[in-house]
């Protein structure tokens, strides 16, 4: 089955970079029918998609708007896992942060465990 | 950016009873393919969200018939035909046609 391990430091410092690891048992980061997912769940904002990457033929990164130009999410095929990267960080950027696959047209099925993240000076 | 509005935003249940969510989205999520866009999750008290319905009215893997899922329009209902107490959580619908954006969330109680 299926199972999301995610990785990475609970506390950064304001204006550095959040790094977090999601590493893949069961299924396979360039796998033509999903698609690698990180979404972070905040009181304030609630469950909020953050970005996705995707292999069909070439990789594929999407973003959202809120985080475009601060976030990178990347593939690594060797050790079967994805990353994200999420700089310039303020407090509003707490959060739990999850990974999670989603399947062409299917949903997100396959969530990781959670992982707090808290942005402090 | 498409805005997914639920409601209520908390219900309590009494065990056995039935129990509507409501979710409102800002535009269509039609697609061309005749499907709606649309998801249901479930998150339980301390765990990740867990998928229940897709595409509007599929039942995901494991998931009990007493959920199901139906649309009007751009409105989306999630019922449950008979509350049991496994079923508190807060429960949120999500769009899938332009990438993801989740609702508020419902929260579930029981009486």
């Known amino acids: 089955q299926v199972q999301l391990q995610q990785s990475g430091p609970g506390l950064v410092k304001t204006s550095q970079t959040l790094s977090l690891t999601c590493a893949i048992s069961?299924?396979?980061?360039?796998?033509?029918?999903?698609?690698w997912n990180w979404i972070r769940q905040s009181p304030s904002r609630g469950l909020e998609w953050l970005g996705r990457?995707?292999?069909?033929?070439?990789?594929?990164?999407d973003y959202a708007v809120s985080v475009k130009s601060r976030i990178t999410i990347n593939p690594d095929t060797p050790k079967n896992q994805f990353s994200l990267q999420l700089n310039s960080v303020t407090p509003e950027d707490t959060a739990v942060y999850y990974c999670?696959?989603?399947?062409?047209?299917?949903?997100?099925?396959?969530w990781g465990q959670g992982a707090l993240v808290t942005v402090s000076s | 950016d498409i805005v997914m509005t639920q409601s209520p935003l908390s219900l309590a249940v009494t065990p056995g009873e039935p129990a509507s969510i409501f979710c409102r989205s800002s535009?269509?999520?039609?697609?061309?393919?005749?499907?709606?866009?649309l998801d249901w999750y479930l998150q339980k008290p301390g765990q990740s969200p867990q998928l229940l319905i897709y595409?509007?009215?599929n039942r995901a893997s494991g998931v009990p018939d007493r959920f199901s899922g139906s649309t009007s329009g751009t409105d989306f209902t999630l019922k449950i035909s008979r509350v049991e107490a496994e079923d508190v959580g807060v429960y949120y619908c999500?769009?899938?046609?332009?990438?993801?954006?989740f609702g508020q969330g419902t929260r579930l109680e029981i009486k």
């Open positions: 999670a696959r989603s399947i062409s047209d299917m949903g997100i099925d396959h």
């Open positions: 069961g299924d396979s980061v360039s796998s033509d029918s999903a698609a």
């Open positions: 990457t995707y292999y069909r033929s070439k990789w594929y990164n």
């Open positions: 535009q269509s999520l039609l697609h061309t393919n005749g499907y709606n866009y």
């Open positions: 595409l509007g009215s």
């Open positions: 999500m769009q899938a046609l332009q990438t993801f954006t």
